[in-house]
């Protein structure tokens, strides 16, 4: 786990780079302002949060929504004011973390692994990981989800099914939850978004490389070879044509 905090670390290191990127490629500044590292477009809050508050069964603002993988928390906290409740986020990345508390000092952050979570039990409302929860998934952080959430909590996730790497596949999702107590109570199939969205995001930036390096620099060229080998551009298969994404919404029973 050290040495995966340590990759994220760089990761997020890089965050205002990738920010000035995003307002560069002409297709990503509608969500620089989220700096975050996943999958994200501009109404993705209100996504969110929609498929959060419907199995929510009521709100105040004394709840706590809990981002698991926050990042620089900055989507978490937009989904939480979305859902009128307070805001807390984990993150094994102390970068990550540090940038949270700079962006948003009023949410409550902690360095720390799903599956050792720093929250009472029952304490927590609902749960919202994007982009993060399949990296770190475990019987045991699954358990720690199931302890530190109330009764009827949802738990909303986006996940990843590859031919290129080792991944749960939903029916597998599903199985593990309810070890646990938690009930899958949504699934959707969120590829063809994703996939229009990060093709043109990708295939602009690769062909825009000679001048995105002109303007922001030798810094950006690791950005490069992610969208390289998210279409293909490598001569590798395409990562983004051989991958599937879904977001999962499951209740605490």
């Not at 929504?65 to 926050?70: A, E, I, P, S, V």
């Not at 290129?164 to 978004?193: A, F, M, N």
């Not at 602009?204 to 490389?209: D, E, G, N, S």
């Not at 303007?215 to 279409?231: C, F, H, Q």
């Amino acid at each position: 786990m050290a040495i995966a905090a340590k990759a994220y670390d760089t990761i997020y290191e890089r965050a205002e780079l990738r920010y000035r990127l995003a307002l560069a490629d002409g297709v990503s500044a509608a969500i620089a302002p989220f700096r975050c590292s996943g999958f994200v477009t501009a109404n993705e809050p209100g996504l969110v949060a929609t498929r959060i508050q419907f199995f929510l069964r009521y709100r105040s603002d004394s709840q706590r929504l809990l981002d698991l993988g926050c990042g620089t928390g900055v989507l978490g906290a937009a989904v939480a004011r979305r859902l009128g409740v307070r805001f807390a986020g984990v993150d094994f990345s102390p970068a990550a973390i540090r940038l949270a508390r700079m962006y948003t000092p009023d949410g409550g952050f902690a360095v720390a692994t799903f599956d050792s979570l720093p929250f009472r039990d029952r304490s927590i409302a609902a749960v919202m990981s994007h982009d993060a929860l399949y990296l770190g998934v475990s019987d045991s952080a699954l358990s720690e989800i199931a302890r530190v959430t109330s009764g009827g909590a949802p738990i909303a996730f986006s996940t990843y099914v590859s031919s290129l790497v080792p991944t749960w596949s939903v029916c597998t999702w599903r199985e593990k939850l309810l070890e646990h107590g938690l009930r899958v109570r949504s699934v959707i199939d969120d590829t063809r978004r994703w996939r229009r969205v990060m093709q043109r995001r990708h295939r602009t930036r690769w062909q825009q490389r000679d001048r995105l390096l002109a303007t922001l620099g030798v810094d950006i060229e690791p950005e490069l070879v992610v969208s390289a080998r998210m279409i293909g551009a490598d001569g590798s298969s395409p990562f983004i044509a051989s991958t599937s994404r879904f977001y999962i919404v499951a209740t605490r029973s």
